[in-house]
């Protein structure tokens, strides 16, 4: 039996020594260890062996075993590295070469258009109010009767206003104008902010309006503000987001929460002033409105009106956004072409 474990070690180890891969060391592995290999095959037949012979050919048996083990080991970590550096080579990365182009996504040029207003505001000396502050679904309060709107006013039916079916009262706000009566109640002046944010009204949808779009607005109180001041923080807003060459107007305007009111037109990019469809002809286009806060605005939410006044504006981001781009029509900004976007 001594002789026959010799004999198989020896074949064993020229199996291995012959292996060419990780897949035929395995094959020997299974041929001489595993549980009907040739080695166990032989280490059954120990119990008709005597006492004596089982210790001398139990020992070799084991001992084969485990040079066996060590040497395929040995080998398997051989082929191990020579498959993993094939593989290595393979893969290798050439860092010297220019990388593959792949495209990211970029800000849309209304969120691009709102930063940039955002920014030229609080260089101003304006912050931004929270979202709780200029919500989306609002009540008509704060939309309409707390702006000073009256209850007959046309702003209010159905064919301008979205109203919410389960909730009386309860609306899409039309203006962002809401967010100013959020940001007074329960406060004290000064207060200077701007809202920025997304507004709803139903009417039809053409080059120059759409029923959802963005406004921001502005609001400043404080004791002695005049309309001086409130042309003062607008035309440097223009100056700074146009540019000095752009030539503006201010025009006599209502508006129920404000008194006086007036409309600031920038001259139209589309055609320099000589008039175009853009314009209906007229060579401007109107980006903002604003005035001074009607003082039952200000009584309304616990301002004494005797002893702080402000002004008030509201924008609209696409209509800026087109000025600024010579875009010509509001809807390609919500129609998600590539071939629109990409320009940006």
């Known amino acids: 039996m001594k002789e026959q474990l010799e004999k198989i070690y020896a074949n064993a180890a020229a199996d291995i020594e012959k292996s060419a891969s990780i897949t035929d060391l395995d094959e020997v592995r299974a041929k001489y260890l595993s549980r009907k290999g040739e080695f166990n095959e032989i280490k059954k037949n120990l119990k008709n062996l005597s006492d004596e012979d089982k210790r001398i050919v139990g020992s070799l048996a084991n001992q084969i075993t485990q040079k066996l083990e060590t ?18 080579l393979k893969e290798k990365i050439d860092i010297t070469l220019p990388g593959k182009f792949e495209r990211l996504g970029k800000s849309h040029p209304l969120t691009t258009t709102t930063n940039e207003i955002v920014s030229i505001f609080q260089s101003l000396g304006f912050s931004v109010v929270s979202n709780s502050q200029s919500p989306e679904v609002e009540t008509e309060y704060y939309n309409f009767d707390a702006l000073n709107v009256p209850k007959d006013h046309p702003a209010r039916d159905m064919q301008d206003t979205f109203y919410v079916e389960n909730a009386s009262n309860v609306i899409l706000r039309s203006q962002t104008s809401g967010a100013q009566i959020h940001a007074m ?29 963005h406004q921001i607005e502005g609001l400043y109180v404080d004791k002695d503000i005049t309309f001086g001041d409130l042309k003062g923080v607008l035309n440097e807003f223009i100056r700074i987001y146009f540019g000095a060459s752009r030539p503006t107007r201010f025009r006599n305007s ?54 702080y006044s402000g002004f008030a504006f509201g924008m609209g981001i696409e209509r800026l956004a087109m000025l600024k781009y010579a875009v010509d029509d509001i809807r390609l900004f919500f129609n998600n072409d590539e071939r629109f976007l990409n320009q940006f």
């Open 185 to 213: 109640e329960g406060k004290n002046p000064p207060i200077r902010i701007i809202a920025p944010g997304r507004v709803y009204r139903n009417e039809s949808v053409n080059a120059r309006k759409n029923n959802f779009f």
């Open 71 to 88: 040497s395929i080991k040995a080998k398997h970590d051989e082929f191990y590295k020579k498959e993993l550096d094939a593989k290595l």
């Open 254 to 307: 209502f508006f129920p929460f404000t008194e006086p009111s007036a409309e600031v037109d920038v001259q139209c990019i589309m055609c320099e002033g000589k008039g175009c469809r853009i314009c209906s002809g007229t060579g401007w286009l109107e980006i903002l409105g604003s005035g001074m806060v009607d003082p039952n605005v200000l009584r309304g939410v616990g301002i004494d009106p005797d002893v």
